[in-house]
């Protein structure tokens, strides 16, 4: 009985899945118009990240604002069709879709100085796997693990009764 309870335990706590991540837009220095030196600054932030379809990204700032703008939007800083705008200072904006995303500022000053974002949103189940991935590293490993404990499970629950 104490093996089948720890076995349970086991697949509870491995089946919570892969949860959305919120990132913090900038680190600790938030969305705000970068210093001469620090034009690529929120590119350069994005590169360290992984950004899955469920991930969200927080934006804090004061007066100024966070635009979602096409591609078009951003290489030329024009915020005059924006997609969204949100300016209330504390923006999350959740990643629904694959593909690349495009953030600026309103202000088109800050944006030409470097106040502008592009994050690439991927699957959360991706069917390529890089050279560089381990074998039971991804997300997508992760669940094939879950499957094989609940089969696990299954058939260890299945000896106890016969």
């Known amino acids: 009985m104490r093996f089948c309870f720890a076995t349970l335990l086991l697949v509870v706590v491995t089946s919570s899945g892969t949860a959305a991540e919120e990132f913090k837009v900038g680190g600790d220095e938030g969305w705000r118009q970068p210093a001469a ?4 600054m929120y590119n350069q932030w994005a590169a360290t990240k992984k950004f899955h379809v469920g991930d969200s990204l927080r934006f804090e700032y004061k007066n100024d604002t966070v635009q979602v703008v096409d591609k078009w939007g951003y290489y030329h800083c024009n915020s005059s069709h ?8 504390n923006t999350v904006i959740k990643l629904q879709q694959p593909g690349l995303v495009y953030f600026v500022s309103a202000d088109p000053d800050h944006c030409k100085n470097g106040q502008k974002l592009t994050v690439e949103v991927t699957p959360l189940h991706q069917n390529s796997q890089s050279p560089s991935d381990a074998p039971f590293s991804g997300a997508g490993s992760f669940l094939v693990v879950q499957q094989l404990v609940f089969v696990y499970v299954v058939v260890s629950a299945s000896s106890f009764n016969m």
Do not use: A, K, L, W
């Open 82 to 89: 924006p997609i969204s705008v949100f300016h209330d200072g």
């Open 37 to 40: 030196n620090e034009t690529e």
